[in-house]
C-alpha cells in the first residue's frame, strides 16, 4: 500500500509530536551533564586553527553580495 503525500505528512507529524517530548528530556539531560569546560579545552586548538588559517572575515559579505546582484542586473 502506497501512502499518499498528505498521508505521509500526517504520520510525520503524529511521530514528531509523540516523540517530541522524550526527544527534549534527552536534550535536557545532554546540557545539564555537558562538561563546557572540558569542551571548550578540547574544541580551543581547532578555534585556534581556524583563526591563523582564515582569521575573522572583514564583513558580512552584504557589499560584495550586493556587487553580485548589481552585475546580475546588467
Known amino acids: ?10 504520520r510525520w507529524v503524529r511521530t514528531w509530536k509523540e516523540v ?3 526527544l527534549e528530556l534527552m536534550r535536557l539531560r545532554e546540557v545539564r551533564d555537558e562538561d563546557t569546560a572540558l569542551s571548550l579545552e ?3 586548538p581547532a578555534f585556534e ?6 582569521g575573522p572575515e572583514a564583513g558580512s559579505g552584504l557589499v560584495e553580495m550586493q556587487r553580485y546582484f548589481a552585475k546580475l542586473r546588467g
Request: hydrophobic share 45%.
Open 49 to 54: 586553527q581556524a583563526l591563523r588559517a582564515g
Open 1 to 10: 500500500m502506497s501512502l499518499t503525500e498528505r498521508e505521509m505528512i500526517e
Open 20 to 22: 517530541g517530548p522524550e
Open 42 to 44: 578540547l574544541l580551543a
